[in-house]
């Protein structure tokens, strides 16, 4: 076997996936721009809500955006997504598993950004820890107490304790 047809043989399956390639290539950078475009739509849309929710809402709808560009891209390019669904739900169930304390953080979150407890700048008692609140995050709540410390407490904590909210 010559060089040549050596090369011919390692290129000539390239050469019939480039066009398929080029329009993966051209999906993907579209849902990019358009994952980036909805984010900013969504962030002014919820410009009277609270930091927190338009942060989650914006995160939520530029992954989500990315993930189905990703999914197109593949689908362009020749891989077969019912195989991608199978491997992606398997690798999803390790590691919802592996995260489990973090997803409850991340659902008690959501939990305190929905009801609103308390807000930022209230002063709250959460088991010794007594202080303002600074920031509502998903998976945390942050305190400065009065000797001017950061206490970052899980939200599992502050959603399975007693939280005293003393009032102005």
């Keep these: 076997m010559s060089l040549q047809s050596l090369f011919e043989n390692l290129t000539a399956p390239l050469l019939a996936l480039w066009p398929h390639l080029v329009f993966a290539a051209a999906i993907l950078v579209l849902g990019l721009v358009v994952a ?17 929710i338009r942060l989650f809402a914006g995160r939520l709808a530029y992954i989500g955006i990315v993930i189905g560009a990703i999914l197109g891209a593949l689908a362009a390019s020749g891989v077969h997504i019912a195989a991608m669904a199978t491997l992606i739900g398997a690798l999803g169930l390790a ?3 592996s995260l489990q304390d ?21 002063q709250i008692t ?20 009065d000797d001017h410390q950061q206490v970052i ?15 102005k």
């Excluded at 475009?37 to 009277?48: M, S």
């Excluded at 997803?103 to 209230?122: I, K, Q, T």
């Excluded at 407490?153 to 009032?167: A, L």
């Design 36 to 52: 980036i475009v909805a984010q900013k739509v969504i962030l002014r849309l919820l410009r009277h809500a609270t930091p927190e």
């Design 126 to 145: 959460v088991r010794t820890f007594t202080g303002r609140v600074e920031l509502i995050d998903m998976r945390t709540t942050t305190l400065r107490t």
């Design 95 to 97: 590691v919802s598993l």
């Design 153 to 167: 407490i899980p939200n599992t904590i502050i959603m399975s304790e007693v939280v005293v909210k003393q009032s």
């Design 102 to 122: 973090t997803a409850r953080n991340l659902v008690a979150g959501l939990y305190l950004l929905a009801e609103h407890p308390f807000h930022v700048g209230d």
